[in-house]
């Protein structure tokens, strides 16, 4: 699996909008991007997904560059609840975790 | 709907005890997945399933073993527990096709002395 490259940390201010870069360079035409938040003592939590296009759920927006070699995750208005660890993750099938980007959330 | 079930939430073993890891998952999910977490890191990839009958070894497969006899089930069992297995152990299922999210269950924290 291709890897990503992520910020070890991020610090934002309560009510303002996130965004959490990730690079994968050597993303495959097949590979899908996935976005996970593991909270402290917590399993990780589904994200955010997209193959090409940009997306937008209840919880986030996906920004995809257009030659798919890095995408953005947007938080528009980040809560306290929203401090977390955050994996941006290339995959087909299996999921292979870096580190991700420790997210803190100041008020 | 119970989601991916994991038990049991806490284990401390002594060193070469064997142990298994239980995952239920309710959702007719095809693919499972164990990973550990060691303190600070992220998750590794230990073992994973596409279907019954039907494994194979992920990032760090050493001193773990898998079945899958079942769609519901995917045990992970430790024969001879070291204190380097000493992590918090998660599973996660999702549906096979290409792209899909996982869910992911609560953990399991073991403890080997």
């Known amino acids: 699996d291709a890897k990503t490259t992520q910020p070890n940390s991020m610090e934002s201010n309560e009510e303002e909008p996130v965004h959490l870069p990730c690079n994968h360079s050597?993303?495959?035409?097949?590979?899908?991007i996935h976005w996970y938040r593991q909270l402290p003592s917590q399993g990780p939590e589904y994200v955010i997904h997209?193959?090409?296009s940009n997306v937008n759920n209840r919880m986030a927006s996906l920004a995809i560059a257009e030659d798919r070699k890095s995408s953005t995750l947007i938080l528009h208005r980040a809560t306290l609840r929203d401090a977390a660890v955050y994996y941006c993750?290339?995959?087909?099938?299996?999921?292979?975790f870096g580190q991700g980007t420790e997210l803190s959330v100041k008020p | 709907n119970a989601g991916v079930t994991q038990t049991p939430k806490f284990q401390v073993l002594k060193t070469g005890q064997s142990m298994t890891l239980q995952c239920a998952q309710d959702?007719?999910?095809?693919?499972m997945s164990w990973y550990r977490q060691d303190p600070g890191m992220g998750l590794r990839l230990i073992h994973y399933?596409?279907?019954?009958?039907?494994?194979d070894q992920g990032e760090v497969p050493n001193g773990y073993n898998v079945s899958r006899s079942t769609t519901e089930d995917f045990p992970l069992r430790l024969l001879s527990a070291a204190p380097s297995q000493t992590s918090v152990y998660f599973c996660?299922?999702?549906?096979?096709?290409?792209?899909?999210?996982?869910?992911f269950g609560d953990g399991t924290r073991l403890s080997i002395l």
């Open positions: 050597t993303i495959s035409g097949t590979d899908y």
């Open positions: 399933s596409v279907g019954a009958g039907i494994t």
């Open positions: 996660a299922s999702s549906y096979a096709q290409q792209g899909r999210p996982q869910h």
């Open positions: 997209g193959l090409t």
């Open positions: 993750i290339l995959t087909q099938r299996v999921h292979i």
């Open positions: 959702m007719n999910h095809e693919y």
